[in-house]
């Protein structure tokens, strides 16, 4: 009886061919090389990173603006920046003539490192609600001295450091940040950042 011709079976291209067993080291080789073809390059990765930093304070608008920040801004690939700034602690004419200095400076020590421990819980509290609103890119939490200069100096630089592309900061604002941000700072920081800035209300 006449079934037919039967079609010859279908073979893919022999370079698509895989044999996890195979031996021939050409033949690793060659796999090898295709399966890192589906990998994206590390340069490609890098060249998509982006550096959005988002100033954070003790006020409710810095979660407006992490919120923002998570919801209209990140990409998968960038990199979220938290950044809080303190002032330093100014000691007095008295505190330089006391007799006890060594001890001034423990105390003035032991402040700087209070503040940095609450800024660090603070600055894991938005992290953390960064991560619960699905933000799935990486997050780095800085807590920078103010030190000599002004809050809108400070920050600028530190865009510049970590080479940003954006600022996100909220519109009102508490402690050193806040104080200092009211009309000053989201106006220096909208008229002579390298780098876009978004004010969120």
């Known amino acids: 009886r006449d079934l037919g ?32 073809e589906l990998l ?12 959005v930093v988002v100033a954070i304070d003790k006020s409710n608008y810095s979660e407006k603006a992490v919120d923002f920040a998570v919801k209209h801004i990140l990409k998968d690939t960038d990199e979220l920046h938290l950044v809080h700034i303190f002032p330093e602690r100014r000691m007095s004419a008295v505190d330089f003539v006391t007799s006890d200095y060594k001890k001034l400076l423990e105390l003035n020590d032991k402040w700087h490192q209070k503040v940095k421990d609450t800024a660090g819980d603070m600055l894991v509290k938005h992290a953390k609600r960064a991560r619960e609103n699905g933000c799935k890119c990486g997050i780095k939490m800085k807590v920078v001295e103010l030190g000599n200069g002004s809050v809108k100096h400070t920050l600028l630089n530190y865009v510049e450091t970590a080479k940003a592309k954006m600022v996100v900061m ?9 104080r200092a941000f009211v009309g000053s700072v989201s106006d220096f920081c909208v008229h002579n950042s390298p780098v876009s800035v978004v004010v969120v209300k």
């Open 5 to 36: 011709a039967r079609a010859p079976p279908t073979l893919a291209p022999k370079d698509t061919q895989f044999d996890p067993m195979a031996d021939n080291q050409e033949q690793k080789d060659q796999q090898k090389e295709q399966q890192q």
């Open 40 to 51: 994206p390059k590390e340069k490609e990765v890098e060249e998509t990173k982006s550096v």
């Open 170 to 178: 909220g519109s009102r604002g508490a402690g050193a940040f806040g």
